[in-house]
């Protein structure tokens, strides 16, 4: 009596699973990228890719060139060491690419496994062309209450209020110059008076 008389299933069973482990490294080979783990649990060749993309942001250097005046305010009061970009933004438009060809069929079947990057957009920079790129002057009721809303969480000494308290809804740049935020003495009075409902 033979021993594996009755063990035909098993094998086919075993042949099977060892055909799609095969199966599976196979298609491993050619779908996990070639710096996979180079560096760690992710794909290396990321950081070049990432790095190659346009730059988006200027600088505030580069601001300051044109923008010397402000440059000298600013430099002056308690936003000296905040960049121009982080309430200006980045001030660029993407440019509608064309004429891109279209994907054959095997490049449409590889997107389906791996899809692909977008590809670069064509920047226009203000910083380049400030006729074509113009910024928009921030609202301020929204843009220093992104900071300065009062949070527990925030360090002691750093300005904090209540939007809604503070300024009963009136932009901070009637008393407070934005790129160099002290009281403005001048204001200041009128527009206490008109949030009070004391100046029409």
Known sequence: MSVFKDAGHLFRFAGLFVLAFLIFLVVRHYVVPKSFGQYGHYRAAALGEIAAHPAKFAGHETCEGCHSDVADKKSKGKHAHVNCEACHGALFQPLPVTGQPKPNLYERFVAL???PAPPDPLLLRHA????SVKPVLPDTTVLCARCHTASTAKPKG???VVPADHSNGMPCDTCHQPHSPGMDAAAAPDATA???GGVK
């Open 194 to 196: 008109k949030a009070a």
């Open 158 to 160: 750093f300005p904090q």
């Open 128 to 131: 380049e062309d400030p006729t």
């Open 113 to 115: 496994i791996v899809p």
